[in-house]
């Protein structure tokens, strides 16, 4: 294939596959760069805060509401745009990766969105990445028709009005796209992700009646949003597409970033479509924060932390809170329980867990949820429907009666649940499972019955690392030391190798354990475990 026409100070590194031409266009390079220019150089001294409050973290210091920014949280005149197309009515949206056969199968789900997943459940894979962008396409002009060539099961879309609407999630401000270099330097991934889809789907999406719009993940600061905010008004204005026609909800996924959620609304409120609670990375960003103190900073193992603990209660009540006072979807999060189609007990548990945590949701005041799987929409459907009825929303629950103050957003201590052996060897396996997943090209997978995904698997490697770091003793006295946890490492590849027998690849369990090792076992803690990890694609 032809090399693309590129602009000006722009290389492409990545080998240009079938199609890829089509994304890689002339334009779409010109807008990347556009961007990538203008907002480059902010990203970094973004990143440079991030890492200067981590500082402050490290050494003994807290985290509160801002002083500076009382006078947004406490002017009660702004509200955020109203609902958009195709974004009114989100009791069901479905998360997940962009190859071929899940797009169609997400878009004809029954969900009303579809996350289509660049991010969390994404092996950020160059052929990944393009390959996800001409899959939105393909699936807009309905050229997507798809037979899997193992199967050889066809799957076409359903009438345009059945299927959800897309929101696009881009990879966050930490990554970046290294086979696009701008002025010699590898661009942000998440400009890359957002510039791409913008400029080929922006368009078709308007003339199907709904618009270009996006979850943004993992933002630490109300100045990240506003990053996020001048992007869209410079990429609207490259394009000629009104200002304001994109809309974006942010993902309230790490804990600085709940202490600045009505900032956030404030500064995209132009393009917000509300606020959505990321359970998951919200408990990596706690261990991870707060990973160099002991004692009440560190929580119980994975599994015993539930939904229902007095932080994450604060954390999803202040939520729904401040969403609807500013007139802004409030959506909930991932449950992990994955159905089986082949075990009815596995099935059943993944029901009753999933109904609970939506109802749970659901009766706090949340307009939708999100699941993880096409089996669990019909779950989710009904118990938003229970609340719902025939409103679109409950944007009406103003919530006044909730009441969160910093200290109840950092009442860690209170959190029940203990640390146990099976809980180390249940972080060490997962963590395992999941890397030499990621470095195959998947970026979600079920381990156990649950999704495990990136921020699921932060979780688990960062428990291990910051056991280690304090000595913590296990529930039946064992100290965590590196040699504790290097034993148990060996111990459960050694199952993992047994259990897959003839399936077991041994180069890709050899790469899993050295980046293993890597993000755990190294006395630094590296912040996010897909930066190495995607170091080691060429
Ligand atoms: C913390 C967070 O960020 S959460 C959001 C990010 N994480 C995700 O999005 C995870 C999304 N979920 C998934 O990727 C998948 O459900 C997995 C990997 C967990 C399990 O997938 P599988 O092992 O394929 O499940 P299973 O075999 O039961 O799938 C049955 C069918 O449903 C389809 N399916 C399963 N999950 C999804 C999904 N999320 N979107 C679209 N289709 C799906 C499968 O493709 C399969 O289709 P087929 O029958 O046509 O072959
Ligand atoms: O992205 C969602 C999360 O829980 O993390
Ligand atoms: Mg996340």
């Known amino acids: 294939m032809a090399a693309p026409e590129v602009p000006e ?3 492409v590194t990545g080998p240009l596959n079938d199609r890829y031409d089509e994304i890689l266009t002339p ?4 807008l990347l760069a556009a961007l990538q220019r203008e907002f480059g150089a902010r990203r970094e001294e973004l990143l440079r805060a991030r890492a200067e409050r981590q500082e402050r973290l490290s050494a003994g210091g807290t985290l509160d509401f801002l002083p500076e920014t009382a006078h947004v949280r406490e002017d009660p005149s702004w509200r955020v745009a109203p609902p958009a197309p195709g974004l009114v009515d989100r009791r069901v949206e479905i998360t997940g990766p962009t190859d071929r056969k899940m797009t169609i199968n997400a878009l004809n789900s029954g969900a009303k969105v579809w996350l289509a997943d660049f991010e969390d459940a994404n092996t950020p894979l160059w052929t990944n990445m393009i390959e996800g962008q001409l899959n939105l396409r393909d699936a807009l002009d309905r050229t997507i028709d798809f037979t899997d060539p193992t199967t050889g099961k066809s799957y076409a879309l359903k009438p345009d009005e059945e299927l959800a609407t897309i ?4 990879r966050g401000w930490h990554m970046e796209e290294k086979h ?3 002025d010699g330097k590898p661009m942000s991934a998440s400009l890359f992700d957002f510039g791409l889809y913008l400029f080929h789907c922006g368009r078709r999406q308007l003339d199907k009646g709904k618009g270009p719009y996006f979850y943004l993940p993992k933002m630490e600061s109300h100045l990240e949003a506003r990053l996020w905010n001048d992007a869209f008004n410079l990429a609207q204005d490259l394009l000629d597409i009104p200002r304001g026609t994109i809309r974006a909800t942010v993902l309230i996924e790490t804990i600085p970033a709940a202490f600045e959620m009505e900032e956030i609304l404030y500064e995209l409120r132009e393009h917000s479509a509300g606020l959505n609670a990321g359970r998951w990375d919200y408990l990596f960003s706690i261990i991870k924060k707060f990973r160099d103190r002991g004692g009440d900073f560190v929580l ?4 015993a932390i539930t939904m229902t603990a007095p932080f994450m209660r604060a954390y999803t009540e202040l939520l729904v809170r401040t969403c609807h006072k500013r007139g802004a979807h409030a959506i909930g999060g991932m449950a992990a329980f994955i159905p089986s189609r082949k075990d009815p007990e596995v099935n059943k548990v993944a029901l009753e867990k999933v109904r609970a945590d939506k109802t749970r949701e659901s009766d706090d005041g949340f307009d939708g949820s999100w699941v993880a799987h096409p089996d669990l929409v019909p779950v989710c459907r009904e118990v938003f429907d229970g609340v719902l009825g025939d409103k679109p929303n409950q944007l009406d629950r103003l919530r006044e009666d909730v009441h969160v103050t910093a200290a109840d957003l950092l009442n860690f ?3 029940p649940g203990e ?8 972080n060490i396996d997962v963590a395992l499972r999941y890397l030499a997943t990621w470095l195959a090209g998947s970026g979600a997978v079920a381990i156990h019955n649950l999704m495990e995904d990136a921020a699921t698997a932060e979780i688990s490697r960062s428990q291990v690392w910051q056991w280690m770091r304090h000595g913590v003793q296990l529930s039946d006295g064992q100290k965590v030391t590196r040699e504790l946890v290097e034993r148990i ?15 077991y690849d041994e180069p890709r369990y050899e790469q899993a354990v050295a980046l293993f090792k890597e993000v755990t076992l190294a006395d630094e803690y590296a912040e996010f475990l897909t930066t190495p990890a995607y170091a080691r694609f060429p």
């Open 419 to 426: 640390i146990t052996e099976a809980g180390l060897r249940n």
């Open 9 to 11: 100070g722009i290389e």
């Open 489 to 503: 490492m060996d111990e459960e590849l050694a199952k993992i190798r047994k259990e897959l027998g003839g399936a």
């Open 300 to 303: 119980p193992e994975r599994n």
């Open 180 to 182: 696009v270099l701008v």
């Open 167 to 170: 929101v696009v999630r881009p």
């Open 27 to 30: 334009g779409a390079l010109g």
């Open 413 to 415: 201590s209170a959190t």
